[in-house]
């Protein structure tokens, strides 16, 4: 099974700040990686597929990065709105498709 | 657009069964592979089982397989779980979700959950 280990475990952060979540697999996984945002009280909502690519809708100022174990979602001047928990997960171990353990970001 | 509503969730004694389902709306069921994905209270996220468009792959997690089927009738644009000899660590809301496409793993869309309690 991968593991996947996502950092920091928690983040306080003022809006306009700049964010940057990693999030670590046990090993390469390519870009088979995808990042999701879960606000208090709503379903998860994928943000980023295949590492980097946008989803359409998402706003701008997120972003994703990286390849093989290492990845990071950005979110570039953080808004009030985006008080959440985010969760990187992986599509490519068959068939156990894990999430990390989530990164709860609280705006100051 | 898309919706996905799950129904089926309550409370129920351990060993029991209870069967989840899952209507769909807002696009063409049988080109898409769908999954089913857990929450425990206050808990990460779990994926719980994946089943290709036409039936043809089933994947389900270590914890749940021989006691989970999951279904589908493209024709009802509805997707099923059943869940047998349930265990109070079964206690989650239960999420159907749309794949990307047929089977790229990328949970696109989610439904609002199904709060499935296992409790004596």
């Known amino acids: 099974e991968i593991v996947l280990t996502q950092s920091p475990d928690f983040q306080s952060v003022t809006p306009k700040e700049k964010v940057t979540i990693t999030c670590r697999a046990s090993r390469s996984i390519g870009n088979g990686l995808h990042w999701y945002q879960q606000k208090p009280d709503q379903s998860p909502k994928l943000l980023i597929k295949?590492?980097?690519q946008s989803i359409s809708g998402v706003p701008s100022r997120f972003s994703g990065s990286g390849s093989g174990t290492d990845f990071t979602l950005t979110i570039n001047s953080l808004e009030a709105e985006d008080a959440a928990t985010y969760y990187c997960q992986q599509s490519v171990d068959l068939p156990m498709y894990t999430f990390g353990q989530g990164t709860k970001l609280e705006i100051k | 657009q898309v919706q996905l509503v799950e129904s089926g969730g309550g409370v129920v004694q351990p060993g029991g069964s209870l069967r989840l389902s899952c209507a769909a709306s807002?696009?063409?069921?049988?080109?898409?592979?769908m999954h089913w994905v857990r929450q425990a209270p206050g808990k990460g996220l779990e994926w719980l089982s994946f089943i290709r468009n036409d039936e043809s792959d089933v994947y389900y997690r270590e914890s749940v397989r021989g006691r989970f089927t999951v279904s589908r009738d493209n024709s009802k644009n509805t997707l099923y779980l059943q869940m047998n000899s349930l265990r109070p660590e079964d206690t989650a809301v239960y999420y159907c979700?749309?794949?990307?496409?047929?089977?790229?793993?990328?949970?696109?869309?989610w439904g609002q959950g199904a709060l499935v309690t296992v409790s004596s």
């Open positions: 979700v749309k794949d990307w496409a047929l089977a790229a793993i990328i949970f696109e869309s």
């Open positions: 807002g696009f063409t069921l049988r080109n898409y592979g």
């Open positions: 295949y590492a980097s």
